[in-house]
C-alpha cells in the first residue's frame, strides 16, 4: 500500500513538473495559469493513476500484448485530456483553440516521460 501511495505521488510530481513546462512552452506563464494547471493535475492524475492500476490489475495487465489495458489507457488518458481541457477552460474564462491543444500535448509528453521512467524502472527492478 506504501508502494502504491509513492507511485501516485511520483507519477502526480512527475505530471505536474511536464504539464508545467509545456505550458510554459506554449505560453503560459501567469501565476494563475501555472496554479490552474497544477489544481487540476492534483484532481486528475492520481484518478487517472488509481483507475488504470486497479483496472490493470484485476485483467493481469501486460502492456506489450494485451489489448484490453491498451484500450482502458487510451480511453482513460483521452477523457482527462476533455476533463482537464474544460477545467482549464473554466480556470482561465479562456476558450481557444490554443488551450485544447495544450491540454492534448501536456497529456502526451507526460504520458510518454510515465512510460520511459516506468519502463527504465522494470530493468531496475529486475
Known amino acids: 500500500m506504501i508502494l502504491f501511495f509513492i507511485y501516485i505521488v511520483a507519477a502526480l510530481l512527475i505530471s505536474i513538473a511536464v504539464e508545467v513546462l ?3 512552452v506554449f505560453g ?6 501555472i496554479l490552474a494547471i497544477i489544481l487540476v ?3 486528475t492524475n492520481p484518478l487517472l493513476n488509481y483507475i488504470i492500476t486497479i483496472r490493470l490489475r484485476n485483467i493481469r495487465y501486460n502492456p506489450m500484448y ?3 489495458g491498451q484500450y482502458t489507457i487510451l480511453i ?5 485530456i476533455i476533463v482537464e481541457w474544460l477545467l482549464l477552460r473554466f ?3 479562456n476558450k481557444s483553440i490554443k488551450l485544447m491543444m495544450l491540454s492534448i500535448t501536456m497529456n502526451i509528453v507526460s504520458y510518454v516521460v510515465g512510460l520511459i521512467i516506468t519502463y ?3 530493468d531496475v527492478f529486475k
Open 28 to 33: 503560459y506563464r501567469k501565476k494563475l495559469e
Open 91 to 93: 480556470a482561465l474564462r
Open 41 to 43: 493535475n492534483l484532481i
Open 66 to 68: 494485451d489489448p484490453s
Open 76 to 80: 482513460s488518458e483521452l477523457i482527462v
Open 22 to 24: 509545456i505550458a510554459f
Open 120 to 122: 527504465s524502472l522494470i
